[in-house]
Antibody, heavy 123, light 106 residues
C-alpha cells in the first residue's frame, strides 16, 4: 500500500527557513515523480515543485531560487527546503506521487497524496 | 506556463440532479487532464485521469470528457457525499491546477 507522510511544518517568521520531509512507503521514490502541492487558506491547490525519476527538478515561478526539492533514495524520502519564506507561503503543503493508472500517452496523473503539513509564516 | 481556469466558481445543485463542471487550459494539454474531489482538511482524491478514464473506486455517475483545451466533468445524479470542491489538473507540461468549483446543496 502506498503511503506518504509529511513532517516539518510549523510556525516560522518571514525570512526564515524550514525543511519539509515526505517519507514514502509501498513504492520506491526514485522510480516515480514526486511533487509538492500547497493550498493556502481559502485558496485552490497550487503545484510547487517536482522531482522526476531521472532527477530533473522544476518549480513554480513564485518559489524559484528560494525552494529546493531533493530526495534521499536510501531513506525513500523526499524533501522540500524552503528558504526566505514569505507570508504568502503560508499553506498546507502536500507531498504526492504518480498514480498507478497506465496511460498510453506515457504520462501519469497525480494519484497518491499525503495528509499535508501546515506551514505558517508570520511575525 | 499553462493556466487552468474553471467554471462556474460555485454550483448549487439539488440531490439527484445533474452537475456539469468545466475546465479550460490556456494551451493544449492533449488528454493529460485529471479531476480531483476534495474537502477542507482532506487530501484530494483522484476521480478521473486521461480526461475520461475513471480512477479505481470512482462511481460510474462521474464522467469526464474533452481534449486539447476544453474539458468537462459530469456528475449524473448528485449524492450527498458529492458536495465538495472539484479541481482539474493538467500534467502535460509540468503541473497546474484550476482554481476549483465548489458544488453545494441548493
Amino acid at each position: 500500500e502506498v503511503q506518504l507522510e509529511e513532517s516539518g511544518g510549523g510556525l516560522i517568521q518571514p525570512g526564515g527557513s524550514l525543511r519539509l520531509s515526505c517519507a514514502a512507503s509501498g513504492f520506491t521514490v526514485s522510480r516515480n515523480y514526486m511533487i509538492w502541492v500547497r493550498q493556502a487558506p481559502g485558496q485552490g491547490l497550487e503545484w510547487v515543485s517536482v522531482i522526476y525519476s531521472g532527477g530533473g527538478t522544476y518549480y513554480v515561478e513564485s518559489v524559484k531560487g528560494r525552494f529546493v526539492i531533493s530526495r534521499d533514495d536510501s531513506k525513500n524520502t523526499v524533501y522540500l527546503q524552503m528558504n526566505s519564506l514569505r507570508v504568502e507561503d503560508t499553506a498546507v503543503y502536500y507531498c504526492a506521487t504518480q498514480s498507478d493508472h497506465y496511460e498510453s500517452t506515457g504520462y501519469y496523473s497525480v494519484g497518491y497524496w499525503g495528509q499535508g503539513t501546515l506551514v505558517t509564516v508570520s511575525s | 506556463d499553462i493556466v487552468m481556469t474553471q467554471s462556474p466558481v460555485t454550483l448549487s445543485v439539488s440531490p439527484g440532479e445533474r452537475a456539469t463542471l468545466s475546465c479550460r487550459a490556456s494551451q493544449s494539454v492533449s488528454n493529460n487532464l485529471a479531476w480531483y474531489q476534495h474537502t477542507p482538511g482532506q487530501a484530494p482524491k483522484l476521480l478521473i485521469y486521461g480526461a475520461s478514464s475513471r480512477a479505481t473506486g470512482t462511481p460510474a455517475r462521474f464522467s469526464g470528457s474533452g481534449s486539447g483545451t476544453e474539458f468537462t466533468l459530469t456528475i449524473s445524479s448528485l449524492q450527498s457525499e458529492d458536495f465538495a470542491i472539484y479541481s482539474c489538473l493538467q500534467y502535460n507540461h509540468r503541473f497546474s491546477f484550476g482554481p476549483g468549483t465548489r458544488v453545494d446543496i441548493k
